[in-house]
Nanobody, 126 residues
Framework: QVQLVESGGGLVQAGGSLRLSCTAS????????VGWFRQAPGKEREFVAA????????YYADSVKGRITISRGNARSTVDLQMNDLKLEDTAVYYC???????????????????WGQGTQVTVSS
């Protein structure tokens, strides 16, 4: 069991930036690939970005490319999501998740992830 905690959500104006963080107390977190997903009201959960355990491989949803960057901390104990030029449609609850299987391809399926955080709300206002 891996317990994940997201932080950094909040209210921001369109065009602004937020940095989300995902942490876990278990040391095994550094050996897992990590993904960020989001779910807006009335919509299905969707893939945002993912990063391999080493941090060398990243994947992004087309809707966020060029605006969002996923990264791992030096000790790989955190995974951050830097979000710039936020848009109204970025409003959602953002979740981080880990997967036991390697991130060998741009697999956007949420079922591929084994453990999930509780989520953090991001609200973009006009």
């Amino acid at each position: 069991q891996v317990q994940l905690v997201e932080s950094g959500g909040g209210l921001v104006q369109a065009g602004g930036s937020l940095r989300l963080s995902c942490t876990a107390s278990e040391r095994t977190f550094s050996t897992y690939a990590v993904g960020w997903f989001r779910q807006a009201p009335g919509k299905e959960r969707e893939f945002v970005a993912a990063i391999s355990w080493s941090g060398e491989t990243t994947y992004y949803a087309d809707s966020v490319k060029g605006r969002i960057t996923i990264s791992r901390g030096n000790a790989r104990s955190t995974v951050d999501l830097q979000m710039n030029d936020l848009k109204l449609e970025d409003t959602a609850v953002y979740y981080c998740a880990v997967r036991r299987t390697p991130l060998a391809s741009p697999d956007t399926r949420d079922v591929a992830y084994n453990f999930w955080g509780q989520g953090t709300q991001v609200t973009v206002s006009s």
